[in-house]
């Protein structure tokens, strides 16, 4: 059983910046998704669990970066130039198996997901 917790959400003005953090058990691949209202949660980042590979959507490329600290168990996703449509409630989910092929930013192939952490960018 893989446990995780979001922390670092909250209200911040465009252009902006939030660093969000997930304390994960175990080292595993983890990536970051967002849900709007309304909206289908879509991918953001992902970070390899050995090799720390990254891949981002094209849509926060050049803007976020995720990051890990394994000592800490801590996975990160430091967010700068926020824009109004950002807002969403951010999660992070684990992906116990290491290899995901061209299905990374696929919602069904991450086995736990945390509880989700709210990211609010005023215009």
């Known amino acids: 059983q893989v446990q995780l917790v979001e922390s670092g959400g909250g209200l911040v003005q465009a252009g902006g910046s939030l660093r969000l953090s997930c304390a994960a058990s175990?080292?595993?691949?983890m990536g970051w998704f967002r849900q709007a209202p309304g909206k289908e949660r879509e991918f953001v980042a992902r970070i390899g669990g050995s090799d720390g590979s990254t891949y981002y959507a094209d849509y926060v490329k050049g803007r976020f970066t995720i990051s890990r600290d394994n000592a800490k168990n801590t996975v990160y996703l430091q967010m700068n130039s926020l824009k109004p449509e950002d807002t969403a409630v951010y999660y992070c989910?684990?992906?116990?198996?290491?290899?995901?092929?061209?299905?990374?930013?696929?919602?069904?192939?991450?086995?736990?997901w945390g509880q989700g952490t709210q990211v609010t960018v005023s215009s």
């Open positions: 175990g080292r595993h691949a």
């Open positions: 989910a684990a992906d116990t198996n290491p290899y995901c092929g061209g299905r990374c930013s696929q919602p069904f192939i991450y086995d736990y």
